[in-house]
């Protein structure tokens, strides 16, 4: 799938599926602890108090993975519009093609 997603060479390929599943797992880690702390903290202000900069820090781990898939989106997003234009020899052929006709 990751290799269909974004084109890169052969050895490439592998580090990113490596980096996607790392962010994933990232993520999925990050949310338990987060639901954790929300119920540890959940109807104590005294808890909310001592606690409050870890739930920040962890809001912030997830915007930095949110960050980092944009990031990968983008450059796909490059690859495909790079793709799409026709290079000047592609563009002879074609119009050589067409005045054959």
Known sequence: MISYLLKMSKEDIPLMEEAIHNIREDRNQTKELLKDLVKYISGAEE??????????????????????????????????????????????????ELNGE
């Open 47 to 96: 808890r909310h108090k001592e606690s409050g900069l870890i739930a920040a820090k962890y809001v912030e781990t997830l915007q930095r993975s949110n960050d980092q898939l944009v990031k990968i989106v983008s450059l796909r997003h490059k690859n495909i519009n790079d793709d799409s234009k026709l290079s000047n020899q592609e563009r002879n052929e074609i119009f050589d």
